[in-house]
């Protein structure tokens, strides 16, 4: 018994579906159906004559007989059911559709021979049934009101055929109008606050959160006042005009100007106040769901992250929070959710990526108030807050920065921001950059502005610094060039640069310009010379800030061999981008968050003295934009002048006793290699006995030219021509 209700219902089942397959293919006939009759009844509407007798009889018919200028609706009429039909969430009514398409031809007529009796230009006509209709609405209604009256009721026809409910967009106009009163209200009311909003509990205590009716969050923009705080600071007609130096030579230089770069886009950044509200109420309904009340109480949108400033229950931790962290990411849809404390307001900020977010461009922070004020030739604008604000610091008073990020995170754009940020800040005889680019791909387009500075060389001669060994003796001469200064201010009695060119102007003697040293990668370096390298980045990272020179080290592997304890000990301004793991942020940041970061100038930077920190949205500038600055700077051929003491600077050679000996190994290195036809650490080592002694001989190989490893690739291309030379001579 029970197997034959299982086979009825089986059977009920299978013919529903096959109803279901029929009524599918019925549908799409039918669509097929319409948009042919569609098409020709478009042909047969604007080119009848080339139609044949069917097209003469058409128009002869339908245009100048029953519909006239109406029979133009009727392609979009078969149009509409061709969508209808092929859609298969639409329900058909064919019968009403029928009735609502044959009253909407009748009224189409009867509009098009009011139109021509209102209007005698209009070249229309209602065919038979509005010369035969419309005097009975002529006689009732007037003309005018006739005609209003018909078009009326070809519009309701329209809504009814198109099944667009009136009252709802009746509703939803009247809504938006309601919207747009209450949001110039809130405006004119914000514009007349010249205080932000403090908010605070005055009772001291949190309040049952269990028992508070939910509230609508505040949206703190600030957004807008930046733009009209920067829009009052720099006009695009004319140029930024930085505060006079007292030291100005006799060269009339001119500072690039903000309008050589594009406009920045957070500029019409707008947020939409449905999307947040939204999107707060599923972040609380979310916690909720696990167990953790909260509410939130303030939205904060940035150009790329919003965050959201949760109150929570009393006795509820913030670890509770961010031990979910990756269920919330799941639900709100985005790839990385950061939680970080908020103790001036007693609050969490949940900081979440927005779905459609904006460039921030490095125009927007160069025009803003807090970088044209700013008297600091070394002020860096580095991006925006996640609230929207420009964010500048001043390298003089970190004193030194260490970068670190992941392939792809921002990092060389970040670095050139901080370059072209000083460029528009400093002289070329007040700020000169030490540039070394082990990569050799970032930073070129910088090697001949009149701000480069080699110690190793003349004035003339200054490029940027590509090889390992001369970046490591370039080095050391900068720390006989520190310890030349230091030598200068005390037989000067100031103690530090700032001290010494105040006195050089009441004198009118010689300034000393500052020296920020760009190194774009330093595990190269450290592969190469780690002990000459670490002893003089700690040297004067130690000493240098004195007498004005500053370190700016980037790396993409922040391992513990490359930021050492003692490199970390003297740079207490850290810059994180995105990182591949939690251990390199810890290296980097010595705390956790930067592997959360989504990338592409998200960044996190610590000041110092600062025990937590902040998050940025780097900004952007293109190397186009990079290369009219420098062009703008090149063209005023400003002259390549820096004090001869720097050149005349002599240190020793550079190579240590491991070095020499790394040298002496090279002709049984390069036997063994011509013997053997391959190379690799583990058979240098096993011939030479340590790893370090293998990675030494491996870096000269590499720098002398007799082994290279491509782009792309981890194995060792071995130049035996060249090897089998060097054996012969020697």
């Not at 509990?201 to 509230?215: A, R, T, W, Y």
Request: glycine letters at 6%; charged letters at 25%; one cysteine or more.
């Amino acid at each position: 018994m029970g197997k034959k209700k299982k086979n009825n219902k089986k059977s009920k089942n299978e013919n529903k579906r096959k109803k279901q397959n029929h009524q599918d293919r019925n549908r799409e006939v039918s669509a097929l159906f319409f948009i042919l009759a569609s098409f020709i009844a478009a042909f047969l509407c604007v080119v009848p004559q080339n139609a044949g007798i069917i097209g003469r009889a058409f128009n002869n018919i339908f245009v100048n007989g029953i519909f006239g200028s109406a029979t133009y609706i009727l392609p979009f009429i078969l149009l509409w059911y061709f969508i209808i039909h092929i859609k298969k969430s639409a329900e058909l009514k064919e019968r009403t559709d029928f009735i609502w398409s044959v009253a909407l031809l009748i009224f189409g007529s009867l509009a098009f021979e009011a139109a021509s009796v209102l209007f005698a230009a209009a070249n229309v006509s209602g065919g038979w049934i509005g010369k035969t209709f419309y005097p009975f609405f002529k006689e009732l209604f007037g003309e005018a009101f006739g005609f209003a009256v018909i078009v009326i009721l070809f519009l309701f026809f329209t809504a009814r055929l198109l099944r667009i409910c009136i009252s709802k967009v009746v509703y939803n106009f009247l809504k938006n109008i309601k919207e747009d009163i209450k949001k110039r209200k809130e405006e004119k009311e914000a514009a007349a606050l010249k205080a932000p909003k403090i908010f605070e509990n005055k009772s001291g205590l949190l309040p049952e959160i269990k028992k508070l009716e939910p509230f609508v969050p505040n949206i703190v923009n600030k957004q807008k006042k930046e733009n009209s705080a920067a829009e009052k600071q720099a006009t695009p007609s004319e140029p930024q005009k930085p505060q006079v130096k007292l030291d100005s030579k006799s060269f009339d230089y001119k500072f690039p100007h903000s309008t050589i770069l594009k406009n920045d886009e957070t500029k019409s950044f707008h947020t939409n106040k449905d999307e947040l509200l939204r999107r707060a109420e599923l972040l609380r309904s979310t916690l909720a769901d696990f167990g953790i009340p909260a509410e939130v109480k303030d939205i904060i949108p940035g150009p790329v992250v919003t965050r959201y400033d949760l109150i929570l229950a009393p006795g509820i931790k913030i670890q509770s929070v961010t031990n979910i962290i990756e269920n919330i990411s799941l639900t709100m849809r985005t790839a990385s959710i950061r939680v970080v404390p908020i103790p001036e307001k007693a609050a969490v900020g949940v900081e979440v990526p927005n779905p459609d977010s904006v460039t921030v461009g490095l125009r927007g922070i160069v025009e803003h108030s807090s970088f044209i004020n700013s008297k600091s030739l070394l002020t860096l604008a580095l991006g925006k807050t996640t609230d929207g604000e420009g964010y500048v610091t001043n390298l003089a008073s970190m004193p030194h920065l260490l970068i670190a990020g992941a392939t792809g995170s921002g990092k060389s754009v970040g670095i050139h921001t901080i370059i072209l940020s000083v460029l528009f800040k400093a002289r070329p005889d007040e700020v000169k950059f030490m540039i070394i680019d082990p990569k050799r791909v970032e930073m070129p387009i910088y090697k001949d502005i009149p701000h480069l500075y080699n110690p190793s060389t003349s004035a003339a001669d200054a490029d940027i610094i590509t090889n390992p060994r001369e970046a490591a003796s370039a080095l050391k001469k900068l720390v006989t060039v520190m310890e030349g200064r230091y030598t200068k201010f005390a037989a000067a009695t100031v103690r530090n640069i700032e001290e010494y060119n105040a006195k050089m102007s009441e004198t009118g003697g010689e300034k000393e310009f500052y020296i920020v040293v760009v190194i774009d990668e330093l595990a190269d370096l450290m592969l190469v010379a780690k002990k000459e390298i670490e002893d003089s980045i700690q040297r004067l990272a130690q000493m240098a800030r004195a007498v004005g020179i500053h370190l700016i080290l980037a790396t993409q592997r922040p391992s513990v061999n490359v930021i050492t304890g003692i490199i970390k000990a003297n740079f207490p301004a850290r810059l994180s981008f995105q990182t591949t793991s939690a251990i390199d942020s810890r290296v980097i940041l010595d705390m956790l968050g930067a592997e959360n970061l989504m990338g592409k100038g998200d960044m996190l930077f610590l000041p110092p003295g600062e025990a937590r920190p902040v998050r940025l949205q780097g900004a952007f500038v293109s190397l186009k934009e990079a290369q009219k600055i420098i062009d703008f700077i090149n063209d005023q051929n400003f002259p390549r002048i820096y004090e001869p003491l720097a050149v005349a600077a002599e240190v020793s050679s550079g190579f240590n006793a491991a070095e020499e000996k790394s040298m002496k190994d090279l002709l049984p290195a390069l036997k063994l290699i011509n013997e053997r036809r391959r190379v690799s650490q583990d058979l240098l080592k096993a011939n030479f006995g340590s790893s370090a002694r293998a990675t030494n001989i491996l870096s000269i190989l590499e720098m002398k030219g007799f082994i290279t490893k491509p782009e792309g690739t981890n194995k060792w291309q071995i130049n035996y021509d060249k090897i089998e030379e060097y054996i012969r001579t020697a």
